[in-house]
């Protein structure tokens, strides 16, 4: 296990340096000179020259890139072009609310798919099985912005069961209060795409020979679905897992910016409405980097989970 983390391990460095080469070029060459930008259309060229030396863009090239792989290495991009405020502090402050939301709502989705797909998987070919994946297809055919808009005026507004929108100081209250809503509507949205996904990896294995042998030998359907094909179908289901865990902190967006929640989503909206450089950067390399921390402990898993993958 050692040797392979080893090599994992090695082998992110060049995949990291892509990335910060590519975020340089994009924002460097691509994004143009921030420093009009800041200024605005009335100021004048030595307001300009004053707001590139302020930035450090006025550097070679070379220069700026050293800066930046100083700054991803430190995790330190300076302060937000915008308030002022730290990067690093921006970002350790919206991340508590986001996971407040997206651990419950990744946890329900998880357990709800498999116990659906597992259920579906009894009687799988059936008119059951067929109703269900209509049904699926159906609710994976709405727009995330209708669930918001009917939820929120249905049960917030109308009913009164949750707020419309907000968010307190303490994580009990978030909990309890302001999180179960958008997490509800997490679920309404994602639930329908996973149960298929998962349905897909419960059926694969419910079709191999060694299921086969299992109920020849006599043993309960429910036993050969929740032991056999379950441990099995944990592998693929991990990975999915373990790879749209990054995405999620950004993918959340429109939640947390229709709910009023001061979470990293709806911090790059902000940030790019501002033009706030800095920040983007930062959350684009810190996406990078827990995909790549995700994909290792992804494979860890699968070597802990799967029988067939030998040690060392």
Same mark, same amino acid.
């Given at each position: 296990?050692?040797? &392979? $983390?080893?090599?994992?391990?090695?082998?992110?460095? /060049?995949?990291?340096?892509?990335?910060?080469?590519?975020?340089?070029? +994009?924002?460097?060459?691509?994004?143009?000179? /921030?420093? @009009?930008? +800041?200024?605005? !259309?009335?100021?004048?060229?030595?307001?300009?020259?004053?707001?590139?030396?302020?930035?450090?863009?006025? %550097?070679?090239?070379?220069?700026?890139?050293?800066? &930046?792989?100083?700054?991803?290495?430190? &995790?330190?991009?300076?302060?937000?072009?915008?308030?002022? %405020?730290?990067?690093?502090?921006?970002?350790?402050?919206?991340?508590?609310?986001?996971?407040?939301?997206?651990?419950?709502?990744?946890?329900?989705?998880?357990?709800?798919?498999?116990? +659906?797909?597992?259920? #579906?998987? &009894?009687?799988?070919?059936? +008119?059951?099985?067929?109703?269900?994946?209509?049904?699926?297809?159906?609710?994976?055919?709405?727009?995330?912005?209708v669930y918001i808009i009917a939820f929120q005026y249905g049960l917030? @507004?109308? $009913?009164?069961?949750?707020?419309?929108?907000?968010?307190?100081?303490?994580?009990?209250?978030?909990?309890?209060?302001?999180? /179960?809503?958008?997490?509800?509507?997490?679920?309404?949205?994602?639930?329908? /795409?996973?149960?298929?996904?998962?349905?897909?990896?419960?059926?694969?294995?419910?079709?191999?020979? @060694?299921?086969?042998?299992?109920?020849?030998?006599?043993?309960?359907?429910?036993? #050969?679905?929740?032991?056999?094909?379950?441990?099995?179908?944990?592998?693929?289901?991990?990975?999915?897992?373990?790879?749209?865990?990054?995405?999620? $902190?950004?993918?959340?967006?429109?939640?947390?910016?229709?709910?009023?929640?001061?979470?990293?989503?709806?911090? #790059?909206?902000?940030?790019?409405?501002?033009?706030?450089?800095?920040?983007? !950067?930062?959350?684009?390399?810190y996406v990078a980097f827990a995909t790549m921390v995700f994909n290792?402990?992804t494979d860890l898993l699968y070597r802990a989970v799967d029988p067939?993958?030998?040690?060392?």
């Open positions: 296990m050692l040797p &392979f $983390l080893l090599r994992r391990l090695w082998q992110m460095l /060049p995949t990291m340096l892509g990335v910060v080469l590519l975020v340089f070029v +994009l924002f460097n060459w691509v994004g143009g000179d /921030p420093a @009009y930008v +800041l200024a605005g !259309k009335m100021s004048s060229l030595d307001a300009i020259a004053g707001i590139r030396r302020q930035l450090g863009v006025d %550097e070679p090239y070379h220069v700026q890139l050293l800066i &930046f792989a100083k700054q991803v290495v430190t &995790f330190d991009f300076g302060q937000s072009w915008a308030t002022g %405020e730290s990067v690093g502090h921006i970002i350790s402050s919206r991340l508590g609310p986001s996971l407040t939301v997206l651990v419950p709502l990744t946890i329900l989705e998880t357990l709800i798919g498999i116990a +659906l797909a597992l259920a #579906v998987g &009894f009687v799988r070919g059936s +008119l059951t099985d067929r109703a269900v994946m209509v049904a699926c297809t159906a609710a994976m055919s709405v727009s995330i912005l917030a @507004y109308r $009913l009164g069961l949750f707020p419309v929108q907000g968010w307190g100081d303490s994580l009990g209250e978030n909990l309890l209060r302001y999180a /179960p809503l958008p997490v509800l509507i997490g679920l309404a949205v994602s639930v329908a /795409p996973t149960l298929r996904l998962y349905r897909s990896f419960v059926l694969d294995e419910a079709n191999q020979d @060694y299921v086969r042998t299992a109920r020849a030998k006599g043993l309960p359907e429910r036993r #050969v679905m929740w032991v056999h094909v379950l441990r099995n179908a944990a592998i693929p289901i991990i990975t999915h897992v373990m790879a749209s865990l990054p995405a999620l $902190l950004i993918g959340a967006f429109l939640l947390e910016r229709f709910f009023g929640i001061p979470g990293i989503g709806r911090e #790059v909206i902000l940030a790019v409405e501002r033009s706030d450089f800095p920040v983007i !950067k930062a959350i684009t390399v290792l402990l067939r993958v030998q040690p060392g």
